[in-house]
């Protein structure tokens, strides 16, 4: 899902020619990676922040 919103925001940056859109849609990519590793070591370890 994060991919598919990155890809219309971008779309949207061309078609409207604003370089806010790709700001945001380097943002969305930056969550989703950070999203993607938590749940990663969350599935590993069962906790995603170790005492």
């Known amino acids: 899902m994060y991919v ?3 890809l219309l925001i971008i779309t949207l940056g061309i078609l409207f020619r604003s ?3 790709y700001d945001i849609a380097l943002l969305i ?3 989703g990676f950070a999203g993607t590793a938590a749940l990663a ?3 590993l370890r069962g906790e995603v922040i170790e005492p």
């Open 29 to 31: 990519a930056l969550f």
């Open 19 to 21: 370089s806010w859109y």
């Open 41 to 43: 070591k969350f599935l």
């Open 4 to 6: 598919n919103a990155m």
